[in-house]
């Protein structure tokens, strides 16, 4: 007979963790420790680790709930609402660019598709020639990149691609485009490819099942399903005196009305590139240079479906194991803006959401999604002077907003992008290719797909863009008027707050950004476990 799984999150319960839930306070609270955390999910769960083993009183503050292995039952109707921001469907200010971010401990990490790349050596390169960040060398970066890829079992991926990620490989050979295979952070997969919806065997080695665990087992302490609502400043400014957050009910939306107050020697900031820069906003954070919330990145995604003759399947298997940058380096980089391009799982909920055409059209798409192969293009924005990102900004009752206009360089990058997945997709046997986008109607060859692809209009709401990768908002810089951090992640202005999650960019990061957030947080962590120790 086989053994029941294990389920950390229970067992770490039953050994007396400190955990609060939100959802069953009564009455209103107040802590006093070392590092206040905002945030659990690649940046926060990282601190977390180090701060406590540095021997800090550390406490984690996470908005959504507390779920693990035993809660996850592969269901978009569950995970959807349980475990993303607003249900899988944030969108920017204009709807244009529909944006799947975690909201539950362990963050995106919990989520993701456990797509693992090193923070590319050209990005680095650029913050150290555009953005004054000389200290952010190949060389010094190196050991930051080996430690964080050890501590949550990175490596390659030993398995056959699944037949979904199979298509972007033949597509590359036929074409002689360069291609790779991506490396996983996976311990004992099970190969499921439901990985977006919570990993049920704990083969994913999210800061649900590393970090987390590791910092509450030497004493840290987790606040979960309450929301940090501002920062309490000194009288000049230069000071964080506490944090005050709401503890919501069951839903993890609504205020149940019991108040939460944290005094900390220090706070650090991981609620994400939306959520940090919203939450400096709220609390009235100086910000002298008119910098905060600023150049918010997203690597907005295109879209390309294919109808193959096999058997696709593109819901099983593990989800990103192919991926192509023949595309991402092929222009100047202060050029046209490039792309990377990848392949994502399929499963109804999200493909009947993102799908274009209505009734018999859109039923008839559906009921070919057994044959269905989906690519899509990361453009990496920030690098063209025309390629600023977005704002952060605040809606009446204080939630975030992203304004991210589509600017012609980005417009021109998803046409090219467009017309090379159509290719691949060709190349690589499609019976049919349809572009994501309304006025697109399904190809049958090359030369029909890349006619039509040229005069599709260039508008939101008829293109399908998509993201899942926020980054910027409260980014490094070389001085004050540049940035809203240091290269260490410290506020240039309030004494006892840092940033570590992915706000840190002052760019895209040009590649899918966990692994990145991880290296920055063990590198800056470290330094603020030897300040405060």
Request: hydrophobic share 40%.
């Amino acid at each position: 007979m086989t053994s029941p799984l294990k389920d950390p999150i229970r067992e770490g319960l039953t050994r007396g963790w400190q955990v609060y839930d939100g959802a069953a306070l009564t009455q209103d609270l107040q802590l006093d420790c070392d590092v206040a955390i905002v945030g659990s999910g690649a940046g926060g769960g990282i601190s977390a680790e180090v701060l406590a083993q540095a021997g800090l009183k550390v406490l984690l503050i996470e908005e959504g709930a507390l779920k693990s292995s035993t809660d996850f039952r592969l269901l978009e109707s569950e995970a959807y609402p349980q475990l993303y921001q607003e249900s899988a469907n944030r969108q920017t200010l204009d709807k244009g660019i529909t944006i799947l971010q975690g909201r539950t401990v362990g963050g995106s990490t919990t989520v993701n598709w456990t797509s693992s790349f090193r923070p590319p050596v050209e990005t680095l390169a650029w913050w150290r020639e555009k953005h004054g960040l000389s200290e952010l060398g190949e060389a010094e970066m190196l050991p930051w990149i080996a430690k964080a890829e050890a501590r949550v079992h990175i490596g390659e991926w030993l398995a056959p691609p699944n037949p979904n990620n199979s298509v972007l490989e033949k597509g590359c050979s036929a074409l002689g485009y360069s291609h790779g295979r991506i490396r996983r952070n996976v311990h004992d997969c099970w190969n499921l490819g439901y990985c977006g919806m919570g990993c049920p065997t704990n083969a994913k080695q999210s800061m649900l099942v590393t970090t987390i665990p590791s910092a509450l087992d030497k004493g840290a302490g987790l606040l979960a399903r309450v929301r940090v609502e501002r920062l309490l400043l000194s009288a000049d400014h230069k000071h964080v005196d506490a944090v005050e957050g709401l503890a919501l009910k069951a839903d993890t939306l609504t205020p149940s009305g019991v108040k939460v107050r944290i005094k900390a020697r220090h706070v650090v900031l991981c609620g994400g590139a939306i959520g940090t820069p919203a939450l400096l906003l709220r609390s009235g954070a100086p910000d002298p240079h008119e910098v905060l919330g600023k150049r918010t990145f997203l690597h907005p995604v295109v879209l390309s479906g294919a109808i193959m003759p096999e058997q696709i399947e593109p819901w099983s298997g593990a989800p990103q194991t192919v991926y192509s940058n023949h595309f991402l380096h092929t222009w100047p980089i202060d050029g046209q803006l490039g792309y990377k391009l990848e392949v994502p799982p399929v499963h109804p909920v999200l493909l009947a959401t993102t799908l274009t055409g209505f009734g018999p059209d859109h039923a008839r798409l559906m009921q070919d999604m057994p044959h269905l192969n989906v690519m899509l293009a990361l453009t990496r924005d920030g690098f063209h002077p025309d390629s600023q990102g977005g704002t952060v900004k605040l809606k009446k009752d204080g939630s975030p907003a992203l304004d991210y206009p589509i600017t012609d360089p980005v417009w021109q990058a998803f046409r090219q992008a467009w017309r090379s997945m159509a290719e691949l997709q060709f190349a690589a046997g499609a019976k049919s290719v349809l572009t994501v986008h309304e006025n697109a109607k399904p190809a049958s060859s090359w030369a029909e797909a890349r006619t039509q692809i040229d005069t599709l209009p260039l508008e939101i709401l008829r293109a399908r863009v998509v993201s899942a990768h926020v980054m910027g908002g409260a980014a490094m810089g070389a001085d004050a008027q540049s940035g809203v951090v240091n290269h260490w992640g410290e506020h240039w202005q309030l004494d006892n707050l840092s940033v570590i999650d992915g706000s840190l960019f002052p760019t895209s990061i040009g590649a899918n950004p966990q692994l990145s957030v991880y290296t920055f947080a063990l590198r800056n962590a470290s330094r603020l476990a030897s300040r405060l120790s």
